[in-house]
T-cell receptor, first 113, second 118 residues
């Protein structure tokens, strides 16, 4: 069966520091991968999605970036964090095709101080 | 543009009461998919149901039921005889085709926080 993991689960970072969140999917190949952010009391905002290695689309202009160096690995990064980057970050995956269900990782709580 | 509206920000019920969570969507696609997810306090989103636009039959799974009505663009979720463990944030979502790649991306509502009191 397929599983998805992301880490770290929690981190507190100072303003201006870099960020790296990692996500891996096991038990499948060539998945679509997604990064979402959930700000406090708000819904889910799609940040990036990827249909393959080095194929990444950005939904919202921001100081975040994403990379997919391997088929089942998706990384969310920032060179300099802002206070507004605080939130709950969720990685997700699904198979390509007609509206297939997406499945989420455990999430990463980021607090920028 | 595609949009999902969950007008109920927070609902509180007493255990064993029935509760309905509303979801209204907007889309120009003729083929689309609707979803419900549950987010317990731990944070991880748990998939509950997926429904395509051609299947308007209601669905029941234990204490959960879903009412899909294309005429009103609604996909409501009812929990019968609610329990404290049902306390969570519930998200409704709509899928749409994302550009020429044919990949589907997903638009989420802002969620409804359900509190079930003992």
């Amino acid at each position: 069966s397929q599983t998805i993991h992301q880490w770290p689960a929690t981190l507190v970072q100072p303003v201006g520091s870099p960020l790296s969140l990692e996500c891996t999917v096991e038990g499948t190949s060539n998945p679509n991968l997604y990064w979402y952010r959930q700000a406090a009391g708000r819904g889910l905002q799609l940040l990036f999605y990827s249909i393959g290695i080095d194929q990444i689309s950005s939904e919202v202009p921001q100081n975040l970036s994403a990379s997919r160096p391997q088929d089942r690995q998706f990384i969310l990064s920032s060179k300099k964090l802002l206070l507004s980057d605080s939130g709950f970050y969720l990685c997700a995956w699904n198979f390509g095709g007609s509206g297939n269900t997406i499945y989420f990782g455990e999430g990463s709580w980021l607090t920028v101080v | 543009a595609q949009k999902v509206t969950q007008a109920q920000t927070e609902i509180s019920v007493v255990e064993k009461e029935d509760v309905t969570l509303d979801c209204v969507y907007e889309t120009r696609d003729t083929t689309y998919y609707l979803f419900w997810y549950k987010q317990p306090p731990s944070g991880e989103l748990v998939f509950l149901i997926r429904r395509n636009s051609f299947d308007e039959q209601n669905e029941i799974s234990g204490r959960y039921s879903w009412n899909f009505q294309k005429s009103t663009s609604s996909f409501n979720f009812t929990i019968t005889a609610s329990q404290v463990v049902d306390s969570a944030v519930y998200f409704c979502a709509l899928s749409e085709v994302a550009g020429a790649s044919g990949t589907y991306k997903y638009i989420f509502g802002t969620g409804t926080r359900l509190k079930v009191l003992a």
